[in-house]
């Protein structure tokens, strides 16, 4: 399940320090936003969702924010560290298709 | 281990030919979905099914069909194989279908290596 090779931007943190993923997604009906990780030689986990009538969700290290105006959704990761370094990929999930429709993705690499 | 599991996880093949990738849900996991992920285009989402049948459809070419069986494990066959069909290839399973919850949450087998050439 490698991810490595895919063509996508990098953000480069320094460990300890936050790190901040955007997505911007498409469809105005999506009723939850997901994200997930991607780490070399697995599948997507998930990380954290929110539903759309909400602006932020907190989970451990982690805070997803949702700006439905401009159609905007970021994950925060406190005090990065190297386990963090994966490809980050947002998910919305529209109820009347029944599907889940990953972004681009985010490659995060973390640096000592 | 995420409890999906996909076999094979590396393929190599040649162009024309046909293969058969398969996948056991996570224990409870009544959905099966199945994404395709190459260089170019990211996650892209080929069909889902839900207890057997067939729920949504996605950009899956003709080429490519799936099944889920009474065990609830699917298959995806790929057939009449080109190049660009060189890819990961997903598998996810869920509890339910037609909405989404927290507890409807996707969970991601290791995926299949797919390699035509």
């Known amino acids: 399940g490698e991810s490595v090779g895919l063509h996508l931007p990098t953000l480069s943190v320094q460990e300890g320090d936050n790190s901040i993923i955007n997505c911007a997604y498409s469809n105005s009906a999506s009723d939850y936003f997901i994200w997930y990780k991607q780490e070399s030689g697995k599948g997507p986990q998930f990380i954290i969702d929110?539903?759309?009538?909400?602006d932020k969700r907190q989970g451990q290290r982690v805070t997803v924010l949702l700006n439905k105006t401009v159609k905007h959704l970021s994950l925060q990761i406190a005090a990065t560290q190297p386990g963090d370094s994966a490809v980050y990929f947002c998910?919305?999930?529209?109820?009347?298709?029944?599907?889940?429709?990953f972004g681009t993705g985010t490659r995060l690499q973390v640096t000592l | 281990d995420s409890g999906v599991t996909q076999t094979p996880k590396h393929l190599i093949t040649a162009t024309g030919q046909r293969v058969t990738l398969r996948c056991s849900p996570r224990s409870g996991d009544l959905s099966v979905y199945w994404y395709q992920q190459s260089l170019d285009q990211g996650l892209q989402f080929l069909i889902q099914y839900y207890n057997g049948e067939e729920r949504a459809k996605g950009n899956i070419l003709e080429r490519f069909s799936a099944q889920q069986f009474p065990d609830l494990h699917s298959e995806l066959n790929l057939s009449s194989l080109e190049l660009g069909d060189s890819a990961l290839y997903f598998c996810?399973?869920?509890?339910?279908?037609?909405?989404?919850?927290?507890?409807?949450?996707?969970?991601f087998g290791a995926g299949s290596r797919l390699t035509v050439l």
């Open positions: 998910a919305e999930f529209t109820g009347t298709a029944s599907k889940l429709t």
């Open positions: 929110i539903r759309s009538n909400m």
């Open positions: 996810a399973s869920s509890v339910a279908t037609g909405g989404y919850s927290g507890a409807n949450v996707l969970t």
